[in-house]
Every structure is written in structure tokens, then in C-alpha cells.
């Protein structure tokens, strides 16, 4: 997990995170332009995430309902001001992305995948967010019709190869989405926290809730391909979660439509 030492003005951060900040090594850790994650070494560590107004309530929501489980960071604080604010325990461990692990890539493989079935066995009732593939589909909707897609990280071995042939795609399948297990959302190496090979817990929740399976079991084989520059290892995913709950054409689908995530 990439972390930067880094100092702060505390007059950019709410009062009640001064004591926390003023004596602690602070380092940044985030991945994404989108918000700002610093990580306080103190204690047994903190993170603290800054996004727009608005952006992490869901975040909040969903990783306190996951810590309930056994499954996350404990939320420690949420607040919307000017900004979003999020400060969660550090869960132990570091990201799957971490050089130990990636040196055994099959292994690495069929522990997300071993993972991930065990995450969409859990029972959903009371999840904050219940319907996730209706959200997600006003998201695909809402950027095709603004213009908005990249076909570049999707065509791979699915196949899509333009803009147009992905809306069709997610045109003729999106009848078929499910809700029927609880997903992660962003099923990435960098969000699954281990400690010597034993699962800690997940970060970076916010697009979780209860939907279609094959949303994370995408994510799963395209960050394996990503991060380690090969598609060698997705039949050890795939044999790993069970190929009998694995539709083949619904991973195209959801390539078509991650195409205007």
C-alpha cells in the first residue's frame, strides 16, 4: 500500500481531528484523484478520507454495516461539511497488491476467489444498500448519455472493441441483472486487506450493497490481469469461486456496461 510522509495544515481539517493529527506521523495514501486518504500512524493506526460533499455517506454506511460482519474497518467517525470526512480504524495487514503476494500469483488467484465466494455467501438482510443494480444502471445510463466512456480497460478477453457495441450489449442484457448476493462493488487487489495470507478485511466499500454476482467476479479477473500482466491465472479463479455460478456471457455484460462506469 503506497504511503507517502506528508505534513497538513490542521486549519483544513475539522477541529475534532486535531488531537488526533497534531502528534502523529502522517502519510498519504491514496489511489484515486477522486479522494484524499491519509493514513495516522498512532495507536494502531487510522485513515482518514476526504471526497466532495456527499460522496462518502454510502461509504460510511456500508463499511459500518460490513465491520458488523467481521469484514472491515471499524467507522470511527463520518461527517458532510464543506467536504466529506471518513475516519476508520487501520485493519491489519496489507493490500493483496503487496510484493509477498503477488510472488505467488496462483495462490494469490484462488484466494480471491476463495474470498469472494465466501463474501457472496453472506446474508444480506439489513444491508444499507439493497439494490445496488438499480444504482449502478442509472450510472451506466446516465454516462452514455453524456458521452462519457472509455472502451480501453474492457476489451481484453471480453471483447468489446467500441463505444457502440458495448451499449448494445448492455441494451439487449440489462433484463438480467440480479440481486442476489452481497458485493463488494470494486473487487480489487488493492481493496482486500491480508496479513501473512489470513484475510483482515476489505476496504473501499462504497459501491457495494446487494446485486449480481458477476460484478465482482469481473472486477476479481480483470484486477488479476492487471496487476499481474496476464490473463494466465483467471481459469485458477474461475475453477476457485465455482464455475457453476459463473455465466460466461454475463462477464461480457458487465464489461459492456463498466465501459461508461
Given at each position: 500500500m503506497k504511503r507517502t510522509a506528508i505534513t497538513v495544515d490542521l486549519t483544513q481539517y475539522p477541529t475534532a481531528y486535531h488531537r488526533l493529527l497534531c502528534d502523529a506521523s502522517l502519510y498519504d495514501s491514496s489511489c484515486s484523484p477522486e479522494a484524499r486518504v491519509i493514513y495516522v500512524e498512532?495507536?494502531?493506526?487510522?485513515?482518514?478520507?476526504?471526497?466532495?460533499?456527499?460522496?462518502?455517506?454510502?461509504?460510511?454506511?456500508?463499511?459500518?454495516?460490513?465491520?458488523?460482519?467481521?469484514?472491515?474497518?471499524?467507522?470511527?467517525?463520518?461527517r458532510s461539511e464543506v467536504c466529506d470526512w471518513?475516519?476508520?480504524?487501520?485493519?491489519?495487514?496489507?493490500?493483496?497488491?503487496?510484493?509477498?503476494?503477488?510472488?505467488?500469483?496462483?495462490r494469490l488467484a484462488v484466494t480471491m476467489a476463495t474470498l469472494l465466494r465466501t463474501l457472496h455467501e453472506v446474508e444480506v438482510d439489513g444491508c444499507p444498500v439493497p439494490d445496488r443494480m438499480a444504482e449502478y444502471c442509472r450510472t451506466v445510463e446516465a454516462n452514455y448519455h453524456a458521452g462519457a466512456g472509455d472502451i480501453s480497460l474492457f476489451s481484453g478477453c471480453w471483447?468489446?472493441?467500441?463505444?457502440?457495441?458495448?451499449?448494445?450489449?448492455?441494451?439487449?442484457?440489462?433484463?438480467?441483472?440480479?440481486?442476489?448476493?452481497?458485493?463488494?462493488?470494486?473487487?480489487?487487489?488493492?481493496?482486500?486487506?491480508?496479513?501473512?495470507?489470513?484475510?483482515?478485511?476489505?476496504?473501499?466499500?462504497?459501491?457495494?450493497?446487494?446485486?449480481?454476482?458477476?460484478?465482482?467476479?469481473?472486477?476479481?479477473?480483470?484486477?488479476?490481469?492487471?496487476?499481474?500482466?496476464?490473463?494466465?491465472?483467471?481459469?485458477?479463479?474461475?475453477?476457485?469461486?465455482?464455475?457453476?455460478?459463473?455465466?460466461?456471457?454475463?462477464?461480457?455484460l458487465i464489461a459492456a456496461a463498466e465501459v461508461f462506469g
Amino acid at each position: 500500500m503506497k504511503r507517502t510522509a506528508i505534513t497538513v495544515d490542521l486549519t483544513q481539517y475539522p477541529t475534532a481531528y486535531h488531537r488526533l493529527l497534531c502528534d502523529a506521523s502522517l502519510y498519504d495514501s491514496s489511489c484515486s484523484p477522486e479522494a484524499r486518504v491519509i493514513y495516522v500512524e498512532k495507536d494502531e493506526g487510522y485513515y482518514l478520507k476526504t471526497a466532495p460533499k456527499g460522496s462518502l455517506r454510502q461509504e460510511a454506511e456500508l463499511t459500518a454495516w460490513f465491520f458488523q460482519k467481521g469484514l472491515a474497518a471499524e467507522v470511527l467517525d463520518y461527517r458532510s461539511e464543506v467536504c466529506d470526512w471518513l475516519l476508520t480504524t487501520r485493519v491489519p495487514g496489507e493490500d493483496a497488491t503487496d510484493a509477498c503476494y503477488l510472488a505467488e500469483p496462483r495462490r494469490l488467484a484462488v484466494t480471491m476467489a476463495t474470498l469472494l465466494r465466501t463474501l457472496h455467501e453472506v446474508e444480506v438482510d439489513g444491508c444499507p444498500v439493497p439494490d445496488r443494480m438499480a444504482e449502478y444502471c442509472r450510472t451506466v445510463e446516465a454516462n452514455y448519455h453524456a458521452g462519457a466512456g472509455d472502451i480501453s480497460l474492457f476489451s481484453g478477453c471480453w471483447g468489446v472493441t467500441t463505444l457502440e457495441e458495448a451499449w448494445a450489449i448492455y441494451e439487449k442484457g440489462k433484463e438480467t441483472f440480479r440481486r442476489e448476493v452481497l458485493l463488494h462493488g470494486d473487487y480489487c487487489l488493492p481493496n482486500i486487506i491480508l496479513d501473512n495470507w489470513r484475510f483482515r478485511g476489505f476496504i473501499d466499500l462504497g459501491n457495494g450493497g446487494v446485486g449480481d454476482r458477476h460484478v465482482d467476479i469481473f472486477w476479481g479477473l480483470w484486477t488479476l490481469q492487471f496487476n499481474l500482466h496476464t490473463d494466465r491465472y483467471r481459469n485458477d479463479f474461475l475453477d476457485a469461486y465455482g464455475r457453476d455460478r459463473v455465466e460466461e456471457d454475463k462477464l461480457t455484460l458487465i464489461a459492456a456496461a463498466e465501459v461508461f462506469g
